[in-house]
């Protein structure tokens, strides 16, 4: 079963010691000097290209979860391997608000089977 992240916190994969993408990628445009605002709104900063290139990426590569941590005030960690190869999913809420959610871990197409940090986030 496919299972998908949505982090609302700040986030990061990371291979080895190299930030692949980052949550303030989104921050950047594409082409410096771009305005910020029309380059988030046209799907056009940095984090959308290093996105499309590293989805790019998975679609060639059989990468599979090999494990997955939940750390201290939610910190989530997953890290998924192909051959020797492995990269690592890095979601870190920075939020105080009990019913702030920080990030969902859902079945895809099964809106019943999911995972909510905090759990009072889910709660309303």
């Known amino acids: 079963m496919e299972h998908a992240i949505h982090a609302q916190c700040p986030f990061r994969v990371v291979h080895g010691d190299v930030i692949l993408l ?6 950047w445009p594409e082409v410096r000097g771009a305005d ?19 989805t790019s990426s998975f ?29 690592r999913i890095e979601v870190i809420p920075v939020s105080s608000g009990p019913k702030v959610e ?7 197409g099964d809106n019943d089977d999911h995972f909510v940090y905090p759990e009072a986030a889910d709660r309303d």
Not at 78 to 84: D, I, K, M, P
Request: zero cysteines; charged letters at 25%; a negative charge.
């Open 36 to 54: 910020r605002g029309e380059a988030f709104d046209s799907f056009t900063t940095m984090y959308d290209v290093r996105a499309a290139s590293l």
């Open 22 to 27: 980052g949550s303030r990628d989104m921050d």
């Open 102 to 108: 920080s990030w969902r871990l859902f079945a895809v």
């Open 59 to 87: 679609a060639k590569a059989d990468f599979r979860v090999a494990g997955a941590e939940i750390g201290t005030g939610g910190q989530l960690i997953v890290e998924a391997v192909t051959g020797s190869d492995s990269i």
